[in-house]
């Protein structure tokens, strides 16, 4: 199962941006598809994440600005950004788990993007 991440770049603080990241593959059914990002030198942390059912979890930080969603049909799920901080610079990278067509378990990672916010 591979994973496209998009959407990345720069923007101005209080300005707002959407990322994307498309499943692909020989997929069965996704449960969890969550977005984390990472600092150089530091862990990786969760962003947001959102289940099969569509709960949604939030980092403390990100709470109120930030909005995941999914698209079923198309594999897809989405980080909309909004007021965003110069603190929310980092790569972001999109994860999602499921099940294959052959019906084993997967845990895929996207490649990544960068998200820049400064003036």
């Known amino acids: 199962v591979q994973l496209q991440a998009c959407g990345g770049g720069l923007v101005q603080p209080g300005g707002s941006l959407t990322l994307s990241c498309a499943a692909s593959g020989t997929i069965f059914s996704i449960n969890t598809m969550g977005w984390y990002r990472q600092a150089p030198g530091k862990q990786r942390e969760l962003v947001a994440a959102?289940?099969?059912?569509?709960?949604?979890s939030y980092a403390e930080s990100v709470k109120g600005r930030f909005s995941i969603s999914r698209d079923n049909a198309k594999n897809i799920v989405y980080l909309q950004m909004n007021s965003l901080k110069p603190e929310d610079t980092d790569v972001y990278y999109c994860?999602?788990?499921?099940?294959?067509?052959?019906?084993?378990?997967?845990?895929?990672w996207g490649q990544g993007t960068q998200l820049t916010v400064s003036s």
């Open positions: 959102i289940t099969s059912g569509g709960s949604t």
């Open positions: 994860y999602v788990d499921g099940r294959t067509a052959w019906r084993r378990d997967f845990g895929s």
